[in-house]
């Protein structure tokens, strides 16, 4: 595989790694009702921990620690391929699901279906969603001028 695949692979499971992870466990339960879902090997069980959130002054600046933030992680084996979930919050069931997901992306015979019947349909709720908040946002802007006095 040259480097343009790799990356192009990388950029992809990103992709739904990502969307993965800002799923919530019911649109995922939702959305995977009626997918056969194999059995796996569970290499790491789902665990809560934390972890240190970062910060950047007006955000480009130096970094921060702004805090920390509870995350629930998980590997799964599906034959020779490891799926991994690394999400937000304590729920130790989104964090399997999402693993098993990311394994069963990953094989070339599944991975479509699974993109058109969960992996998309999340991706475009989540964009409209963040459309809809910039939307709002933009509502309440306020422009401001100032009047130059004049001296003299």
């Given at each position: 595989?040259?480097?343009?695949?790799?990356?192009?692979?990388?950029?992809?499971?990103?992709?739904?790694?990502?969307?993965?992870?800002?799923?919530?466990?019911?649109?995922?339960?939702?959305?995977?009702?009626?997918i056969v879902l194999p059995e796996?090997?569970?290499?790491?069980?789902?665990?809560?921990?934390?972890?240190?959130?970062?910060?950047?002054?007006?955000?480009?600046?130096?970094?921060?620690?702004?805090?920390?933030?509870?995350?629930?992680?998980?590997?799964?084996?599906?034959?020779?391929?490891?799926?991994?979930?690394?999400?937000?919050?304590?729920?130790?069931?989104?964090?399997?699901?999402?693993?098993?997901?990311?394994?069963?992306?990953?094989?070339?015979?599944?991975?479509?279906?699974?993109?058109?019947?969960?992996?998309?349909?999340?991706a475009q709720a989540q964009s409209?969603?963040?459309?809809?908040?910039?939307?709002?946002?933009?509502?309440?802007?306020?422009?401001?001028?100032?009047m130059v006095r004049g001296d003299?």
């Open positions: 595989m040259d480097d343009l695949s790799t990356h192009s692979a990388q950029s992809r499971r990103q992709h739904w790694m990502s969307v993965l992870a800002r799923a919530s466990f019911a649109d995922l339960a939702r959305l995977t009702e009626g796996v090997d569970i290499i790491k069980p789902a665990e809560i921990g934390t972890l240190m959130v970062e910060g950047r002054a007006g955000g480009g600046g130096r970094r921060f620690n702004a805090g920390e933030a509870t995350l629930t992680r998980c590997i799964v084996r599906d034959g020779e391929v490891l799926g991994y979930a690394y999400a937000l919050g304590r729920d130790k069931a989104k964090a399997l699901l999402c693993a098993r997901l990311d394994a069963l992306l990953q094989h070339e015979r599944r991975s479509a279906e699974i993109m058109a019947q969960v992996v998309t349909p999340l409209a969603a963040t459309d809809l908040g910039s939307r709002r946002a933009a509502a309440t802007k306020v422009e401001f001028f100032t003299g």
